[in-house]
């Protein structure tokens, strides 16, 4: 019962002086790209090692107040801060912030509400980010315990990668941050659950899926694909920060919503970043 459209490649009112750069001419297979590297020799030069976890958000405190506390039960020996990126919001999330300022390595930065501008305060973030390595984590999104540890540990062996976790849905609007603080194994034990996030899900039953997902696992998570920047969603990623040098920041001309990640992770690609998901993201 499918139903066949005809699709617009270009865009009718692409702008005829906007030129993408070109994009290598091979898979991304990040495997052969490791191995070969571990042949010559070549080594990642890391002076401060540690992640940077950025965290955009526009009001959501209780949200918010979650995934930090989800971010106090880490487990890892790697050293990690967080900063949370306002963008503007209404509510005072400084509130939140501070009751962390004992348990977690936290910056709290903010820009003015001039309407959507993700990519700003993103920029925002990552401009104060002190580690070698940078993530960027949604404000809903509640991390596992080894969370920081398979991103650093994935990244120290190859700073040429991009790191994608994927998501699974669960309710917490019943539960408190306190919670989450008291009992580390909580997220994980949670049933996974359907949401109206359309464009975000496929639906399996009962329960909303991650969209890429099924992508992942045709392509050996992204090895054999030959356009991973499709699926680089920044609300879960990691990637080292001299990349920000070679490709540029994200383009703060987005103001609405989509399509700034995605812009984002064709530069990557088209410079040579290889794109790996990661299952303990």
Known sequence: NAEIRKVELVPKDFPKDLVLAPLPDHVNDFTWYKNRKKSLGIKPVNKNIGLSIIIPTFNRSRILD?????????????????????????????????????????????????????????????????????????????????????????????????????????DTHNITAEQFLNDPYLIESLPETATNNNPSITSKGNISLDWRLEHFKKTDNLRLCDSPFRYFSCGNVAFSKEWLNKVGWFDEEFNHWGGEDVEFGYRLFAKGCFFRVIDGG
């Open 66 to 170: 979650i995934t930090l506390a989800c971010l106090v039960n880490q487990k890892t020996n790697y050293p990690f801060e967080v900063v949370v990126a306002d963008d503007g919001s209404k509510e005072n999330l400084l509130t939140i912030v501070q009751k962390y300022e004992q348990k977690l390595d936290i910056k709290y930065v903010r820009q003015k509400d001039y309407g959507y501008q993700l990519c700003a305060v993103r920029n925002l973030g990552l401009r104060t980010a002190k580690y070698d390595f940078v993530s960027i984590l949604d404000c809903d999104m509640a991390p596992q315990q080894l969370w920081v540890h398979s991103y650093l540990t994935e990244l120290l062996e190859d700073n040429d990668i991009v790191l994608i976790g994927p998501r699974k849905y669960v």
